[in-house]
């Protein structure tokens, strides 16, 4: 059964037309739906027609299966998608500037990198883009001020240009001035660096943020830990995300995971800087959240050593703040669970 989330406002339209129902109720069925109502609780619209969509389409919004909430705020929900009980993780996080909510884009992932807990269990499927949708308005929903949330960032569970028809979807219906209507400027794509992929989405021109997952500085040591390497060398990947910049006119975010004896040495830091050195871009370090496996992230001072040595290569760099590290909440650490 196709859910009701999947819709635009001109699709609405036409199903209702197609069941004889006046078109008009279509904006208000679908702005209703963006402010977090379920069909049948939606207040203005006849009973009749609610009771028509609940047997046309899947009408719920995620249900919410378990939330543990960090010692930062940050909050992760486990959500049931559908009622053959598809589960996936979404994070809220409360920075100075507002909330931020982080999305799941698949079920399981096929990348495989290996300081990424969303892969270890496998892929199922792609998200379609009303699922995706609907963890936004959830928790937009659970936000007791109703406002709208300020940022998305598709950094949960998945490769999103590996789901691309439905991730870019996802962004016109976000942005539809009767919904949710939060600019695409306001959202972020972190992809683990598919260049054809890229190259497809910059000529979209979507105005969404491009974060990288870079993660090394050669091709050597990027194959050992993202399988994707060793089908797309770093000069291709790089190519790729200025020619995003050139479309765009947006600026690439670079994220790299410090790891202890693998990619955090001076001489990375170096080698990343020469790369990146006369491209408008930033770099997002990030000390390793740990996942459960071999990997650790270096001690704090051979993190700072890393970023000034980047800094005084010329490189624009920060230090991410881990969130939610203690409910397995951060980057790297939602997983694919199959049981609550």
Not at 78 to 95: A, F, H, K, P, R
Not at 172 to 198: A, F, H, Y
Not at 283 to 299: C, D, M, R, Y
């Amino acid at each position: 059964m196709k859910n009701i989330y999947d819709l635009s406002i001109n699709e609405l339209k036409e199903h209702l037309v197609s069941i004889g129902e006046p078109k008009f109720r279509a904006t208000q069925v679908f702005s209703l739906l963006h402010k977090g109502y379920e069909v049948m609780d939606m207040p203005t619209i006849p009973a009749s027609l609610k009771e028509k969509l609940s047997q046309d389409f899947y009408t719920k919004l995620p249900q919410i299966k378990t939330e543990q909430i960090s010692k930062d705020g940050t909050r992760k929900y486990l959500l049931e998608l559908d009622s053959i009980g598809t589960l996936v993780e979404c994070v809220l996080m409360t920075q100075e500037y507002g909330k931020t909510v982080c999305v799941s884009t698949q079920v399981g992932c096929k990348m495989g990198c290996v300081f990424c807990a969303s892969g270890r269990e496998g892929f199922v499927r792609n998200l379609t883009s009303g699922e995706i949708l609907s963890q936004v308005i959830l928790m937009n929903k659970l936000q007791n001020d109703n406002a709208n949330t300020m940022r998305i960032v598709l950094m949960g569970s998945g490769e999103p240009l590996d789901n691309f028809d439905n991730v870019v979807r996802f962004f016109e219906l976000v942005n539809t001035k009767d919904g949710l209507n939060i600019s695409t400027r306001n959202i972020s794509l972190s992809t683990v660096g598919l260049p054809k992929q890229i190259h497809r989405f910059a000529d979209l021109q979507t105005g969404v943020n491009l974060c990288i997952s870079l993660h090394a500085s050669n091709d050597m040591v990027r194959q050992k830990i993202m399988p994707t390497a060793r089908k797309y060398p770093i000069v291709e990947l790089i190519d790729s995300a200025k020619y995003y910049f050139q479309k765009t006119g947006r600026r690439v975010i670079f994220e790299y995971s410090l790891i202890d004896g693998v990619n955090s040495a001076l001489e990375h830091a170096r080698e990343l800087g020469a790369l990146l050195r006369g491209f408008p871009s930033h770099v997002n370090l990030i000390n390793l959240n740990p996942t459960g496996g071999a990997l650790k992230p270096p001690s704090r001072e051979v993190a700072m050593k890393f970023m000034d040595t980047l800094i005084k290569s010329g490189v624009s760099c920060t230090m991410r703040k881990s969130k939610g590290q203690d409910i397995d909440g951060a980057c790297g650490m939602l997983k694919l669970r199959k049981t609550v």
